[in-house]
Structure formats: structure tokens, C-alpha cells
């Protein structure tokens, strides 16, 4: 839902409800009127929430990302596990990939706890 969605960005970017109102200059009660599904933002708005957060319209409205044009969806686990990458200009071995794989995916898991 959208509140939801709205509520997690913000959560995720560590900033309050006054700071992300006062950046899209409404008010902290209507901000937290749209967060707590109240009112519905109209169009204007949900394009300056969408700047603000770096996510499409589609994205605040609908329940999956849609990529823009010549966007490439990588999955993250495979890249760690079998991509091209260095860290710190050496290549991790087999066992660090498998760390560094179950590292990400505790965060994510967390993140849709939180």
C-alpha cells in the first residue's frame, strides 16, 4: 500500500516525518496524513514524493518496481555469489562470497520486518 511504502522510505533513509515535510514544503500533519492513509496525496505531490525518494510513480502506487527504459535488473545474491567484483582490489574466495551473500540477505530480511 501506499502508506506503507511511503512510511518505509522514510524509514530507510532515516529521516522524520518533519524533515521529509518540510523538504516537499507541506506541513508534518499532512505528511502524516498521507503515512498513515488518511488522505491520499493528488498528482503534483506524488510527483515531488517520487523525485524526493528517487522512485517512480509506479513504484508509490503499484506493488512491484518497474524498471525505466535501458535499466537492467541484476540479482544481487547471484552477483555476489558468481559475479566480477573485487573488494579492496582483491577478489573474495568462495567463503567470503557465501558470508557477504548471507550479510545482504539478513539486511533485506530485515528491512521487510522492520
Known sequence: ?????????????????????????????????????IFQ????????????FDVSIDYLLENERYLSDGEEMVDLNNFILCGR?????????????QMLEKVVTDIFEGIREG
Open 1 to 37: 500500500m501506499f502508506k506503507d511504502k511511503l512510511r518505509n522510505l522514510r524509514k530507510h533513509q532515516e529521516l522524520s516525518q518533519a524533515e521529509v515535510a518540510e523538504r516537499l514544503g507541506i506541513s508534518q500533519p499532512r505528511y502524516n496524513r498521507y503515512e498513515t492513509g
Open 41 to 52: 496525496p493528488d498528482f503534483d505531490m506524488l510527483k515531488k514524493i517520487s523525485n524526493f
Open 85 to 97: 567484483y573485487s573488494i579492496h582490489s582483491r577478489i573474495p574466495t568462495d567463503k567470503e562470497r
